[in-house]
């Protein structure tokens, strides 16, 4: 767990990096802000492609060997961040980082080989505890190094450096979770099953509906994600590193919460309590956003939509590893990888559309409409079963 715990520390230092530099980088080089929502968008569009079959791949050539490919593409697509000097270039880039982008998916699996289901909510909030600190360190240097001037080549060296140095601490240091005897299981089990889609494995595991959260999940963060540093730009006139700290401040909370709390208070008060109160916290983020008049108040519902959703996503993470049979554990990580990754299409898009023609207030309504639709369900589940049962 310690050197899994530094590997995606580092490695989500270098991705915290660039969440405050996009929004700025892409206008000066002749984008727009729906460029911008594009660019989040042919990301994920690539991440939620992949996703499945690099947890499919974990399952048969272990765990390490895939985090450290994925490590070793997202290093490389840095690298011609720094030296892109067209929009398309960017666009390339990023493309190539979504092909590349499984390790969360192989991360939650590598926490499932090695704990058993009673703690797994407590060790999905240490993995999000790295993913918090990463958004502590990342945003906070990307932007003192951009600064308001939009230095931007500086950051994302300094982001692929990150990624080479989570490339040598992983080769060296991380011990594979999946031996060759579990790895030959899975493939006997796997090439003794019927060949499925990702859609009728959701289905014969009765999962469709809660994989389907990480879809309504991560489209809430990105709308946040996406629609906050181009919200205090044209409201406040911050700069990159006004944004980095706002991120900053945010990473240190979520870790505190994921690392320290989340875990105890999941075992004391139950997952499925917590994730309600996560989604509700995401739901009245919104509807700050919405009637936000100061920057006491903008900043309010930044916060108060990030923090919520920083409790839903290792308990849907723990709920979902429960419930899947553990020769498929990596290939149903890998698809809730990617369910996330359609989120992170749907949230930037829609919300970049609705900013263009509506404005902010629109784009922010659209966030709740999604957090809603994410608390129906947490209710529904309550009032029919009073826990977590297949869909």
Same mark, same amino acid.
């Not at 080479?164 to 594979?176: N, P, T, V, Y």
């Not at 979520?254 to 208070?265: D, I, N, T």
């Not at 739901?283 to 923090?307: D, E, K, N, P, R």
């Given at each position: 767990?310690?050197?899994?715990?530094?590997?995606?520390l580092i490695d989500l230092i270098g991705f915290g990096i660039?969440?405050?530099?996009?929004?700025?980088?892409?206008? &000066?080089?002749?984008?727009?802000?729906? &460029?911008?929502?594009?660019?989040?968008?042919?990301?994920?569009?690539?991440?939620?492609?992949?996703?499945?079959?690099?947890?499919?791949?974990?399952?048969? #050539?272990?765990?390490?060997?895939?985090?450290? #490919?994925?490590?070793?593409?997202?290093?490389?697509?840095?690298?011609?961040?720094?030296?892109?000097?067209?929009?398309?270039?960017?666009?390339?880039?990023?493309?190539?980082?979504?092909?590349?982008?499984?390790?969360?998916?192989?991360?939650?699996?590598?926490?499932?080989?090695?704990?058993?289901?009673?703690?797994?909510?407590?060790?999905?909030?240490? #993995?999000?505890?790295?993913?918090?600190?990463?958004?502590?360190?990342?945003?906070?240097?990307?932007?003192?190094?951009?600064?308001?001037?939009?230095?931007?080549? #500086?950051?994302?060296?300094t982001a692929a450096a990150m990624s080479a140095l989570a490339?040598?601490?992983?080769?060296?240091?991380?011990?594979?979770?999946?031996?060759?005897?579990?790895?030959?299981?899975?493939?006997?089990?796997?090439?003794?099953?019927?060949?499925?889609? @990702?859609?009728?494995?959701?289905?014969?595991?009765?999962?469709?509906?809660?994989?389907?959260?990480?879809?309504?999940?991560?489209?809430?963060?990105?709308?946040?994600?996406?629609?906050?540093?181009?919200?205090?730009?044209?409201?406040?006139?911050?700069?990159?590193?006004? @944004?980095?700290?706002?991120?900053?401040?945010?990473?240190?909370?979520?870790?505190?919460?994921?690392?320290?709390?989340?875990?105890?208070?999941?075992?004391?008060?139950?997952?499925?309590?917590?994730?309600?109160?996560?989604?509700?916290?995401?739901?009245?983020?919104?509807?700050?956003?919405?009637?936000?008049?100061?920057?006491?108040?903008?900043?309010?519902?930044?916060?108060? @939509?990030?923090?919520?959703?920083?409790?839903?996503?290792?308990?849907?993470?723990?709920?979902?590893?429960?419930?899947?049979?553990?020769?498929?554990?990596?290939?149903?990580?890998?698809?809730?990888?990617?369910?996330?990754?359609?989120?992170?299409?749907?949230?930037?898009?829609?919300?970049?559309?609705?900013?263009?023609?509506?404005?902010?207030?629109?784009?922010?309504?659209?966030?709740?409409?999604?957090? @809603?639709?994410?608390?129906?369900?947490?209710?529904?589940?309550?009032?029919?079963?009073?826990?977590?049962?297949?869909?």
């Amino acid at each position: 767990m310690p050197i899994l715990f530094l590997t995606v520390l580092i490695d989500l230092i270098g991705f915290g990096i660039v969440i405050p530099i996009m929004p700025f980088l892409i206008p &000066d080089l002749g984008g727009s802000k729906i &460029d911008v929502a594009l660019v989040i968008v042919v990301f994920s569009v690539c991440a939620g492609l992949v996703g499945p079959l690099w947890g499919q791949l974990s399952d048969r #050539i272990g765990r390490k060997p895939v985090i450290l #490919i994925c490590l070793s593409g997202v290093c490389l697509s840095y690298i011609l961040m720094a030296f892109a000097e067209t929009l398309l270039m960017v666009y390339v880039a990023r493309i190539f980082a979504g092909f590349m982008s499984g390790n969360f998916g192989v991360a939650s699996a590598y926490i499932a080989d090695i704990t058993p289901p009673q703690q797994r909510a407590r060790r999905m909030g240490v #993995i999000g505890a790295a993913f918090g600190l990463g958004m502590v360190i990342g945003p906070f240097m990307g932007g003192v190094l951009a600064g308001n001037d939009g230095n931007f080549e #500086i950051p994302f060296l300094t982001a692929a450096a990150m990624s080479a140095l989570a490339i040598i601490a992983g080769f060296l240091f991380l011990k594979e979770s999946l031996p060759p005897q579990k790895r030959a299981e899975h493939a006997i089990h796997h090439d003794a099953q019927p060949k499925q889609s @990702v859609f009728g494995m959701l289905r014969s595991s009765g999962n469709t509906l809660l994989v389907s959260q990480y879809c309504l999940h991560s489209t809430g963060i990105t709308v946040v994600s996406y629609l906050f540093p181009l919200w205090v730009a044209d409201l406040l006139g911050w700069g990159p590193k006004d @944004v980095g700290y706002v991120f900053g401040i945010q990473g240190l909370a979520m870790a505190v919460l994921q690392g320290k709390l989340l875990g105890p208070l999941a075992e004391k008060l139950g997952e499925f309590r917590i994730l309600f109160v996560g989604v509700s916290l995401m739901a009245v983020g919104f509807v700050l956003a919405i009637m936000a008049g100061s920057q006491f108040w903008m900043l309010a519902s930044f916060y108060t @939509v990030v923090t919520g959703a920083t409790m839903c996503a290792p308990i849907l993470n723990s709920i979902t590893s429960k419930r899947t049979d553990p020769h498929m554990i990596g290939r149903m990580m890998g698809t809730s990888s990617a369910f996330g990754a359609m989120g992170r299409v749907v949230g930037p898009l829609i919300a970049g559309l609705l900013l263009a023609v509506f404005g902010y207030g629109a784009a922010w309504a659209f966030g709740l409409f999604v957090a @809603v639709l994410f608390l129906s369900w947490v209710v529904m589940q309550w009032r029919s079963h009073g826990a977590f049962e297949p869909d």
